[in-house]
């Protein structure tokens, strides 16, 4: 049971670029959400989904996509990447009541 | 929206007890749960509390005040591994957690 994964741990990437961050999780949990930290802050909830196919925004959505096409997978997508995205990422899955969370993407945009 | 505040940091000696609070503002709200994240680390779930009392596992109880919007995390036995920021969550509609700013608890010897 890996509960939950993200990949990849690091990425540094230029300002325009895009990228994919993965998330799954083996527990069969209905509810996934992305999450980024900046230093010294709390949590900030990008995007959630309640089951596969469905999918709302969070708190600070733009520049962000994401996608729900298994019950495993939720995969972040950053458009065209900031400097201002420069963060912590962490995906997480919420099953009886507590939230599990993956290792984190420590995400660098030059 | 949703609004919590928590203390930035707090600092106590091994052994001892320490307590942090939360107070929060929300639209709707299911339940208040606490995480701990070490540096470098990804947060783990410590507790939740649906209704108003104290839920106990181990050394750490939390409380929960719904008429006061308030709650709080109670730290008995510190240790030094304890020393890492603690996170309280509310719990919404659709089941979105929104979190507080934390509160860095170090724990000298």
């Known amino acids: 049971n890996a509960g939950v994964t993200q990949t990849p741990k690091f990425q540094v990437l230029k300002t325009g670029q895009s990228m994919t961050l993965q998330c799954a999780q083996d527990?069969?949990?209905?509810?996934m959400s992305w999450y980024r930290q900046d230093p010294g802050m709390g949590l900030r909830l990008i995007h959630y989904?309640?089951?596969?196919?469905?999918?709302d925004q969070g708190e600070v959505p733009n520049g962000y996509n994401v996608s729900r096409s298994t019950t495993e997978d939720f995969p972040l997508r950053l458009l065209s990447a900031a400097p201002s995205q420069t963060s912590v990422y962490f995906c997480?899955?919420?099953?009886?009541?507590?939230?599990?969370f993956g290792p984190g993407t420590r995400l660098t945009v030059l | 929206g949703q609004s919590l505040e928590q203390p930035s940091e707090v600092t106590a000696v091994e052994g001892a007890i320490v307590q942090i609070n939360c107070t929060y503002q929300t639209s709707g709200f299911y339940g208040l749960s606490w995480y701990q994240q070490h540096d470098g680390g990804a947060p783990t779930f410590l507790s939740y509390?649906?209704?108003?009392g104290l839920e106990e596992t181990g050394r750490f109880s939390s409380f929960l005040s719904r008429s006061d919007s308030y709650g709080y995390l109670l730290l008995q036995e510190l240790q030094m591994k304890d020393s890492a920021s603690y996170f309280c969550?509310?719990?919404?509609?659709?089941?979105?957690?929104?979190f507080g700013g934390g509160t860095r608890l170090m724990v000298k010897p």
């Open positions: 989904s309640v089951g596969a196919g469905i999918t």
């Open positions: 527990m069969n949990h209905e509810y």
């Open positions: 509390n649906a209704l108003d």
């Open positions: 997480a899955s919420t099953g009886g009541g507590e939230q599990f």
């Open positions: 969550a509310v719990s919404g509609a659709g089941n979105m957690l929104t």
